[in-house]
């Protein structure tokens, strides 16, 4: 596999799919996937599933889920900072600080260490984040086509213990059909660029 150009950290396993599922179908083999959390067995060979058919590399930091926050702030960012350094992409995409802790002790803790990067840093977006906590402002957008965003539904249906209603296919293609209506295009997937140039 290639040298991968951009880093996307996920709070849990899934989350990169929602978030980016489409981007890491647009851009194959480029991509490293960093997992904050650790999982039970079969949400990790659901991960290790996704990761195959998405065709991106990954490592987990092994927080226990939903208790990020007893974790320190500096040793995380610092481990989190040496990934980055080591891998030096171009982009790296973070979560939107929503309501859920792990979400927001991601985003801050990622913000840390990213305050020395030079690329593009984004935000993705998830259906709670987004519903729950109203400030989403996307201002770059990735067209989808029809097999783009199939692909990203047949990966986020390898997540089977964690699909649920607003977390499905139909919820997926709903939010994707909004994004395009934004950009002029069928579907879409949005971020928010929050540092460098669109």
Same mark, same amino acid.
């Given at each position: 596999m290639a040298?991968?150009?951009?880093?996307?950290?996920?709070?849990?396993a899934d989350d990169e %799919?929602?978030?980016?599922g489409g981007f890491l179908s647009y851009y194959p083999k480029k991509s490293y996937v960093i997992l904050m959390s650790r999982?039970?067995?079969?949400?990790?060979? @659901? &991960?290790?599933? %996704?990761?195959?058919?998405?065709? &991106?590399?990954? @490592?987990?930091?092994?927080?226990?889920?939903? &208790?990020?926050s007893k974790n320190f702030v500096s040793?995380?960012?610092?481990?989190?900072?040496?990934?980055?350094?080591?891998? %030096?992409?171009? /982009? %790296?995409f973070i979560p939107y600080p929503s309501i859920h802790q792990d979400h927001r002790y991601t985003y801050e803790?990622?913000?840390?260490?990213l305050r020395k990067f030079v690329g593009n840093i984004y935000l993705y977006e998830y259906p709670e984040g987004v519903s729950h906590f109203g400030r989403f402002t996307p201002n770059t957008y990735l067209p989808l086509s029809e097999d783009l965003l199939h692909q990203k539904i047949?990966?986020?249906?390898l997540y /089977?213990?964690?699909? /649920?209603?607003?977390?499905?296919?139909?919820?997926t293609k709903g939010l994707a059909a909004i994004?395009?209506?934004?950009?002029?295009?069928?579907?879409?997937?949005?971020?928010?660029?929050? /540092?460098?140039?669109?």
């Open positions: 040298n991968p150009k951009n880093i996307i950290i996920a709070p849990h %799919v929602l978030g980016c999982h039970e067995r079969e949400r990790m060979d @659901e &991960f290790y599933s %996704v990761s195959k058919s998405l065709q &991106f590399l990954h @490592e987990s930091l092994g927080l226990s889920d939903r &208790f990020f040793e995380t960012a610092d481990r989190l900072e040496t990934i980055i350094s080591d891998i %030096v992409p171009e /982009k %790296v803790v990622s913000l840390i260490a047949t990966a986020l249906h /089977k213990s964690q699909i /649920k209603e607003g977390r499905d296919a139909p919820a994004r395009g209506l934004e950009c002029h295009c069928n579907f879409a997937e949005a971020y928010q660029l929050i /540092k460098g140039r669109l």
